[in-house]
């Protein structure tokens, strides 16, 4: 599996917009990125994916540069909800059929009241 | 609808014992993945199944094994326990046959701790 990098934390005031960055120099033209967040006690959870196009959804949105060797997770609005750890993951041709999913370390987020 | 469900939450089992932990995927969902967490590794991918046949499986002994029954349910069983795996093992499911943008759900894990 392609390899990303994340900071290991970052800290954020409440109500102040988030980036997280994710680089992965290594991707190939048929990965998809994905994020996916794990917040204290929970088992981690969807936030977005996308291959090439910038991606919104309720939760974030997902800035793909052109090259697409990284991408940033925007959180418009954090709230204290938002503290968790986000993990970028690439999927790849490789996981066609199936279902495994390769977690980094992750970035821990902070958020300041 | 329902999410994941895995049970028991918390587990408490001897060094030797063997243990059978489960997982009840969300409601059409036939792919169930299982992964341990634990603080020096982080998240690791252990296997998967999907009607009921394993496709996949992680770096992990034989001592852990698992199974997905009919109604896409499935167990895994780690035998011959050691300290080590002292973790949270949590489960995915998702829709499968995997479209390689699928997302994945999980539950809230069971906690495995080996005295």
């Known amino acids: 599996d392609a390899k990303t990098t994340q900071p290991n934390s970052m800290e954020s005031n409440e109500e102040e917009p988030v980036h997280l960055p994710c680089n992965h120099s290594?991707?190939?033209?048929?990965?998809?990125i994905h994020w996916y967040r794990q917040l204290p006690s929970q088992g981690p959870e969807y936030v977005i994916h996308g291959l090439t196009s910038n991606v919104n959804n309720r939760m974030a949105s997902l800035a793909i540069a052109e090259d697409r060797k990284s991408s940033t997770l925007i959180l418009h609005r954090a709230t204290l909800r938002d503290a968790a750890v986000y993990y970028c993951i690439l999927r790849g041709q490789s996981n066609f059929g199936n279902e495994k999913l390769t977690f980094g370390t992750g970035t821990r987020l902070t958020i300041i009241p | 609808k329902a999410g994941v469900t895995q049970t028991p939450r918390y587990l408490i089992k001897t060094r030797g014992q063997q243990v059978t932990l489960s997982c009840s995927p969300i409601?059409?969902?036939?792919?169930v993945s299982w992964y341990q967490q634990t603080p020096g590794q982080g998240l690791q991918f252990l296997f998967e199944?999907?009607?009921?046949?394993?496709?996949n499986k992680g770096n992990f002994p034989g001592r852990f094994s698992g199974r997905q029954f009919s109604n896409s349910r499935s167990e895994m069983n780690v035998s011959t326990l050691e300290l080590g795996d002292s973790a949270l093992y949590l489960c995915?499911?998702?829709?499968?046959?995997?479209?390689?943008?699928?997302?994945?759900?999980f539950g809230q894990g069971t906690r495995l701790t080996v005295v």
């Open positions: 995915a499911s998702s829709l499968g046959p995997a479209p390689i943008s699928t997302e994945a759900f």
């Open positions: 409601s059409g969902h036939r792919s």
């Open positions: 290594t991707i190939s033209g048929t990965d998809y």
């Open positions: 199944y999907f009607s009921e046949t394993q496709r």
